[in-house]
């Protein structure tokens, strides 16, 4: 089984596009845990779905990294995997593609994707490629991936801790450096559909720099790392497409 993490904040909407996605997928044995971190609005949505493998837990506002945690400490299934619930995957395979790349190899499994550009009414204005791929070495200077499409095996908790809350903005790649440093590869599972939701008020954005370059620096001096560039995804594919120019 798959338990997969939904952590979300006061946008049911958003939400629910997210559950869409999971209801899609081909792969029907999953734990689908929604971590409720705001007003209940979207732990309601979700249970108005009626989808009996929808578990709706609340977190009392403590923030991403602590509803996360959470969600791992009810998660049952052999794998973890992530979906935020502005995100969305487009590709009904992307379950099955993890579950594949798994078998083969215990690893940090990833997806690629697209950044799309939204209003906050969900409109499309366009979107960015986003090709996701990561080595011990490459993350140490980016994060390389995308979020909304990682999996790995569930035991890894039990072996390296849970998410640091110490972290709010970078926890991801600080958990990426902790499975890789552990000894797991990083493997691309070949899917690309991992739909990322770029917005005026996504924390990654431009408007929230000076938390970000704090937290930043706290990642970095947590894992001896020096020269780290404050980037965000939009970066790092802007940065790839002008490399295939």
Known sequence: ???????????????????????????????????????????????????????????????????????????????????????????????????????????LAHASGRLVQETEARASTGSLPF??????????????????????????HAEIGRFDDTLPIYWDWDWYLRVLRHGLPAVATGGTGVCISVRSDNTSGHGNTALRRADLARFAAKNGLSGLVLKNHEDVAREQEAAVE
């Open 1 to 107: 089984m798959i338990s997969i993490t939904v952590p979300t904040r006061n946008r049911p909407g958003h939400l629910l596009r997210a559950l869409a996605s999971i209801a899609a997928q081909t792969v029907r044995d999953v734990q689908i845990l929604v971590v409720d971190d705001g007003d209940g609005a979207g732990a309601a949505a979700a249970r108005g779905l009626g989808d009996a493998r929808i578990e709706t837990l609340i977190s009392g506002g403590a923030g991403q990294v602590a509803a996360r945690n959470m969600a791992i400490g009810a998660a049952r299934g052999d794998i973890v995997a992530w979906l935020d619930d502005d995100d969305w995957w487009e590709e009904t395979d992307h379950l099955a593609r993890i579950v594949a790349t798994i078998a083969a190899q215990p690893c």
């Open 131 to 156: 090709q996701a791929a990561m080595t011990l070495d490459s993350a140490s200077r980016d994060n390389t991936l995308l979020a909304s499409g990682i999996a790995y095996p569930a035991r890894l």
